[in-house]
């Protein structure tokens, strides 16, 4: 991924990260497992797994992957919260997603924290410190099949098993929001079968006659 190629689109995002929040307000246990948090986790890029179901959750929202990030969100009696740990270039990306939320009102507040050798272990304190205030503090939903691979992913496995929180399989309630396409996922998604047919009679069908 190349930073300054990227434009990212705040108002699908805004839509998107509300539905998310909204569906698990729904409290179903057999979809999110009595998740006191969401954590998206997305390691150094796996060529050979590109299919996980985390790519394609933080893709639906962002527009984009963002390789070496996490994303939690909480809740408190007071606020709604949606914390981002990224690299300083990655950051600075995002930043358009918060003050666009900001001037649209938008109920979630962004929070960033900035990876780095010296301060990456205390970000990842602060996410649990933040963890622990939402709901009942105790379960991280997370799509449990999917680790997340690089330095990054070893060393947040490592602090999320000492840090006394559970990881629960919010897979289900994962899947349940990205079953439900909003017009312009649904326009993609024709768009990028029309290409597919385009190019299986182009070049696939030709090959194996």
Known sequence: ?????????PKPFHKRILELWENWQTKDEVKWKLADALVI?????DDEN???KTNAVQTYLLGYEFADTIMALCETESAKDLYFLSSA??????????????EAGNPINIHFLVTSKTDTPNHFQTLFDAIKKSKNGKNIGVIIKDKMPGPMGKQWEEAVAA??????????????????????AIKNTRSAAEVTVEVMKEHLIAKVE
């Open 1 to 9: 991924m190349n930073p300054s190629s990227i434009v990212l689109d």
């Open 41 to 45: 986790t997305q390691g150094t890029a």
């Open 50 to 52: 590109p299919y996980k």
């Open 89 to 102: 270039k990655k950051v600075a990306l995002l930043e358009v997603m918060k003050k666009e939320m900001q």
């Open 163 to 184: 840090s006394g929180l559970n990881q629960v399989d919010a897979t289900v309630g994962f899947s349940d929001f990205l079953a439900i396409k909003d017009a312009q």
